[in-house]
């Protein structure tokens, strides 16, 4: 188990970046979602760094567009729109935004990005624990992924996550040999990124001069 969990981050080491002027730019940035609070109604720090880090990058001009990934199964649950309304507080447009309300696990936060939102190509923005494992879901998954690091969260500040993850690579690698699905599909909601596609659609990931 320790060996799987150190293979991913080997595999992924190439492709994170902790730096928004070394990364390459991509029209669209996944954002991978987590509670704005925790259990104790804390802010989560995990939480507030994403979203600053969502904030970097695109002040940097390398990434056009965000699609918010997160769960939404309950009524008064919605990572998405919680992620939305951070991210317009920091400074960014809602018409740079899409929602992906079914991003329940990593996994199908990668799947859906590709099947649902027709991504072939983007950056992962989440933790860097977070993203060595999106990283190696999506590649192993034939999508084309690179990572963007939020600030890291020392394992004194939350043990339990840290623990939690340990046990999620090693489960990554099951879900990757049985071809686990996402639990949930839907309609396709193609993210354009072509400026010339005609008709124009109502929404378009331009990208930004």
Sequence with gaps: MIFLNIWVSIKAS?????RSELIPK???GVVLGTAKFTTS????IFYTERMLATKRLYDAKKI?????????????????????KSLLELGIPAERMYLDYAGIRTLDSMLR?????GLQQFTIISQP???DRAIFIAQ????????????????????????????????LFYDI????????WGEKIDIQTNPDIRPVPSKICSPRT
């Design 129 to 131: 624990f977070h993203v």
């Design 14 to 18: 190439d492709y994170r970046y902790d």
């Design 140 to 171: 192993s998954n034939g999508i084309n992924a690179i990572g963007y690091e939020a600030e890291k969260v020392s394992f004194l500040q939350a043990p339990m996550i840290y623990v939690r993850e340990f046990f999620s690579r090693i489960l």
């Design 41 to 44: 109604g804390e802010l989560n």
């Design 177 to 184: 040999f049985i071809g686990t699905e996402p639990r949930f």
């Design 113 to 117: 990005a590709r099947d649902i939102f």
């Design 64 to 84: 056009d567009c965000l699609l918010l990934s997160g769960d939404n199964t309950t009524l008064n649950y919605n990572e998405p729109i919680s992620m939305q």
């Design 26 to 28: 991509n029209q669209v």
